[in-house]
């Protein structure tokens, strides 16, 4: 949830899914805290006139102009795992306040990296797009130390950005998995000729479910049936089957 962009403002608190990873929580406790709205953060002025926030049966529980002391926070338990075999490669693709749990998994792989220099990794890949590379790559820096680390082991491993606004045709992260398709390929293929049925490496997927991880699959798809000379409709049957064995995760939202 975003108060500047005035999402979900509309629907009582206890309907509204504000993740951790956005910057409601910091804006509102830089609200109760300072007693006045930084122009800095999500909760502005504007944001201060949206209706009041109600209870679950309808109450008003307190206005935006004076925050509540305390919010209700939902927590659901995420599926993803990293596999078990280091040597299996992964495919991460998550765009926006989807690289929260990519962020993890990249620097669980670093970790082992350092730990293990003379242990090589399956590939890692990164899949990350936001709008603007100015203001929204906000790992960058340390995204690069990680992989830096996670390289000396999985040469190819590597992170590949999308940044929508910065050009004047968009483009997103199923556009980078079709540009990167030979790589994203060879990564799926586990050091294999052909893949002959339901690739052995993992792919997550995580972010916005109505379009990005549709695009994404359909990617995906067409990748593998130009690459294996198979039938789209093959390519989708292999891909289900991933799911199946928990292999192509999704922790999606719309």
Known sequence: YDAQTELASHLPLGARRCGVAT????????????????????LTADALKQPPIFDSKGQVIRSYAVLPPTLPVFIRRSTFRLPADVTTPI???GPGTGLAPMRAFVQERALLARENPDKNQGTSLLF??????AHD????EELATLFGDIQKVAPESRVITAFSRDQQQKIYVQHRLAENADLVYRTLLCGKDKLNGPPRAHIYVCGDAK?????????LVTLISEREGVSEDTASKWVSEMRRLSRYQEDVWS
Not at 128 to 133: I, M, S
């Open 23 to 42: 910057n409601y929580l910091l804006a509102a406790t830089d609200k109760l805290n300072s007693g006045s709205p930084d122009p800095e953060v999500s």
């Open 128 to 133: 990350f797009g936001a709008r603007t590379e």
């Open 211 to 219: 379009m990005m991880a549709k695009d994404v699959a359909r990617a």
């Open 137 to 140: 790559y906000t790992y960058r």
């Open 91 to 93: 495919i991460m693709v």
